[in-house]
């Protein structure tokens, strides 16, 4: 009779996991869909910031964007690529390996979206499954590196725009501490970094209020940020991946046959 239960219980786990499965595949196949018009949304979004703010904000955004990116690529090298290289990880392999699902996160900019490509990325990087399954989603909801460096760089140029100065030494402190806090709280869903922005920039005292020069200048983030967020979230991704294989490969969670090995 015990024989019999067990044998059931397992059917129907079974049963229940692949019924889920299946639904992450198809959540998938539909994202990955939706999000292949993403450039012409971005696209619209810029045109209705240069319509409505003239094309003199052109050099302003074009220089946040390359300051996010040029930040997002200094922290894949300098970090990223640094703990890498401290637990003995071939960088070319693991790369190798992380860029489906670097693509992934920067199309559908979402990092929890992203999971079943990193989770095969992980599997394939020769990681057991008891470490990938907990570090991985865990990663998706407070690992958001990228988001930390696009609300400061962000902050900066909303002060910048509206108040005609820089930052003071305890602003930068405190928006250090906020995005670093709001990073950790930011949700892995697209979009949802921009949202964290205004309550970093209330937190050293501009709140963005409507019909005011920051809430202007908010719009014209808001009219790039898909762009940026398809960045930070490839970051965010890649940094969940990295401290997965460092961490796996420090602990020895990895099969016979790993790459890490």
Do not use: W
Request: net charge neutral; glycine share 10%; charged share 15%.
């Amino acid at each position: 009779m015990k024989v019999s239960e067990d044998e059931r219980i397992r059917t129907i786990a079974t049963t229940m996991y692949n019924i889920f499965d299946c639904l992450a595949e198809v959540m998938m196949k539909i994202v990955s869909g939706i999000m292949q018009y993403a450039p012409i949304g971005v696209a619209v979004l810029i045109c209705e910031v240069f319509a409505k703010n003239g094309a003199k904000v052109a050099g302003a955004l074009l220089t946040v964007t390359i300051a996010c990116f040029l930040g997002y690529a200094i922290h894949i090298i300098a970090v990223y690529g640094g703990l890498l290289a401290i637990f003995r990880i071939k960088i070319g392999t693991f790369f190798k390996e992380a860029r489906t699902p670097f693509i992934t996160a920067f199309v559908t900019r979402s990092s929890n979206g992203t999971l079943p490509t990193t989770f095969a990325a992980a599997e394939n990087l020769g990681i057991d499954k008891e470490v990938y399954a907990f570090s991985l989603p865990l990663g998706a909801t407070i690992n958001m590196d990228g988001t930390a460096i696009y609300q400061g760089v962000c902050a900066f140029f909303l002060v910048m725009s509206t108040q005609g100065r820089g930052l003071t030494m305890g602003e930068m402190g405190m928006i250090v501490l906020l995005a670093t806090l709001a990073s950790i709280g930011t949700a892995g869903v697209p979009g949802a970094g921009a949202i964290m922005l205004a309550m970093v920039m209330s937190g050293i005292g501009f709140p963005i209020a409507e019909k005011t020069d920051l809430a202007g200048a908010y719009a014209m983030i808001l009219g790039i940020d898909a762009l940026l967020d398809m960045g930070r979230t490839a970051l965010n991704v890649t940094g969940d991946l990295t401290c997965t294989a460092c961490i796996a490969k420090k602990l020895g969670f990895v099969k016979a046959d790993s790459v890490l090995k």
